[in-house]
């Protein structure tokens, strides 16, 4: 939030963000296309990855839109509220 605050991107965190996304839409692809021709361990082991994948996605959300989120707000009105009180 800070880097977006002063006009950066966080390049990091955006590959990061594709790849899992790219490697989700890749797993869900290749099982909706090819699911009757992998053998049912390997599919296994397939959607295990997805899953991991997803759960990753989800944690970026959470962190951008979540928790972080709320925890720079609080600060933010924390801030506000004690710099009033030593006025």
């Not at 880097?3 to 989700?24: D, E, P």
């Not at 959470?62 to 506000?80: N, Q, R």
């Amino acid at each position: 939030m800070a880097l977006t605050a002063s006009g950066k991107v966080n390049t990091r965190a955006n590959v990061m963000l594709s790849i899992a996304v790219g490697g989700l839409v890749a797993i869900v692809a290749l099982l909706v296309l090819r699911a009757s021709g992998i053998d049912a361990t390997v599919q296994g082991f397939i959607i295990s990855v997805g899953s991991l994948l997803a759960g990753k996605v989800g944690t970026a959300f959470d962190f951008e839109f979540g928790s972080s989120a709320s925890s720079a707000e609080k600060t933010k009105i924390l801030a506000m509220t004690l710099g009033n009180a030593q006025a």
